[in-house]
């Protein structure tokens, strides 16, 4: 087994999960201006993207450019990852690729811990996603504890690069937002992703 395999239902049994539906889980969100350069590209690559209709289009041409953006914004101080190997324990299923995976450590040639958040690219099927980032979720959260960084809020991201939908595990209390976002709120969904990497830093200082 691996994140891939399992839906909602089955994180949720498997690792003992509270399954809670939180309306406006980040709600109120102030929205980033997105650069010049992130709107230009958007502006040429969202109707390609959504023309190819295809998951890797989608991941290179709209969510990638979001995520780099993130990562701008932030000055460089977090790393990210794309498609990379996350074995954490595989006897519970928690291996495999996860598209993307944010750290706090500014490392970028390996995961280094704290992991703070995961990004799930899906064609067109969001629910489909969700356990399979629930799961990614656990991982993160058990590798952060591993490496004793006393953080165990995490969050993740499921999207079709057009739509985003927000998680946040903390603790068992797993929250999926009811609220779905939209490219053309690419300001919001900025403010978010600077958010999810940004808050644990501060509870725990």
């Keep these: 087994m691996a994140y891939s395999d399992f839906t909602l239902q089955e994180a949720v ?25 992130l709107r230009a590209t958007l502006a040429e690559q969202i109707p390609l993207a959504l023309a190819i209709q ?18 701008r914004h932030l000055e460089r101080s977090i790393s990210l990852f794309s498609g990379i190997e ?8 928690l291996n495999g690729i996860c598209d993307y995976i944010i750290s706090q450590s500014h490392e ?11 990004v799930e690219a899906k064609n067109e099927n969001i629910k489909a996603g969700l356990g399979q980032c629930a799961a990614a979720l656990v991982a993160a959260q058990r590798f952060n504890e591993r490496e004793n960084t006393g ?5 993740g991201v499921v999207t079709t690069g057009n739509i985003w939908r927000f998680l946040k595990l903390d603790g068992t209390l797993l929250y999926v937002d009811q609220v779905e976002y939209y490219v053309d709120r690419v300001g919001a969904i900025l403010a978010i992703l600077n958010r999810m ?9």
């Design 13 to 37: 049994r498997r690792f003992q999960l509270h399954l809670h539906e939180a309306h406006d889980l980040f709600a109120p969100v102030v929205e980033l201006e997105p650069s010049p350069l």
């Design 54 to 71: 295809t998951e890797k289009a989608r991941s290179e041409l709209i969510i990638v450019p979001i995520l780099v953006e993130m990562r």
């Design 86 to 93: 996350f074995n954490v324990d595989p006897a519970q299923g």
């Design 108 to 118: 970028q040639f390996y995961i280094q811990a704290p992991v703070m958040a995961v």
């Design 151 to 155: 953080i165990t809020r995490v969050y």
């Design 197 to 205: 990497a940004c808050e644990p830093i501060a509870d725990n200082q």
